[in-house]
């Protein structure tokens, strides 16, 4: 069964962000992720993780100036002295949560210019070798072009294809269903494919990203699928409630009895 992972960005909006945490605890949730952590103390994220028994799945490296549209910085050639410190201000809160995955955002970039490509590549070998260092894995999740024009990496087989060619054996996939449906469709087949190298899973519905069965995927079919494929890692809720989270969890209850067990 798969163990779902409450994203606190998206889910339980009703408390302010600490508050989530107890939040998603008592909604049967043992396992919650974020896009980021740093407007709060390392410590602080930490505390709320270990007083309602909660596994850190996931959060986003430094994206750059996201107020001001920014979106990460791995294919922008100037920008990687600012994305190794970065990194180094995530590992301070990887150290904190205990979290075993870190998302490397790959910014607002022409997938066409070489020197993006190179830059993004770059980017992501250093990074990937930075944190096995500390025993971590990073993901890279390709982004539909309709939540995040202009994004670098909006494509399935491009981020497959760095993944492969890089090699190195931390460097991972991010598979969000529903960025995959929008993309390209056919999300079972590249289920199926691309399992090998997947690190995250995560889920919303299509085409308005709210719960999970509620749009034109049959999620739950998704969901046991990816049992059948051997997949034991989180799948992030990374979807907009339609109207209330704890209203929402509808979908949740037949997975909620099987949320302990794997870290």
């Known amino acids: 069964m798969p163990r779902f992972a409450a994203n606190l960005t998206l889910m339980f909006t009703e408390h302010p962000f600490l508050d989530r945490f107890a939040a998603a605890a008592e909604a049967g949730f043992t396992a919650v992720e ?56 995530g590992l301070a809160y990887a150290a904190a949560t205990g979290v075993k995955r870190l998302h490397l955002m790959a910014g607002m970039a022409d997938r066409a210019d070489p020197a993006a490509r190179g830059a993004f590549r ?10 096995a260092r500390e025993g971590l894995d990073v993901v890279l999740e390709p982004i539909n072009g309709r939540n995040m024009p202009g994004y670098f990496l909006n494509d ?25 449906q929008i993309l390209h469709g056919d999300v079972t087949m590249r289920l199926r494919d691309l399992m090998p190298m997947i690190g995250h899973v995560q889920t919303a ?55 302990g067990g794997r870290a």
């Open 205 to 259: 519905s299509v085409p308005d990203r709210h719960e999970p069965g509620s749009g034109e995927m049959n999620d739950a079919f998704l969901f046991a699928e990816l049992d059948r494929l051997g997949y034991d890692g989180f799948v992030g809720c990374e979807y907009n409630p339609r109207a209330g989270t704890a209203a929402g969890l509808g979908w949740f209850a037949p997975y909620r009895a099987g949320q």
């Open 34 to 89: 974020f896009l980021f952590p740093y407007e709060h103390p390392p410590e602080a994220i930490g505390e709320a993780l270990r007083r309602h028994g909660l596994t850190q799945a996931l959060f986003n490296l430094p994206p750059g100036d996201w107020a001001a549209g920014e979106r990460g910085m791995a294919a922008l050639p100037d920008r990687f002295e600012e994305l190794k410190a970065g990194v180094e201000r």
């Open 156 to 180: 399935f087989g491009y981020a497959a294809a760095v993944i492969r060619d890089l090699a190195l054996p931390n460097l991972k996939l991010q598979f969000d269903l529903y960025h995959c």
């Open 122 to 131: 770059r980017a992501a070998a250093w990074t990937a070798e930075r944190l």
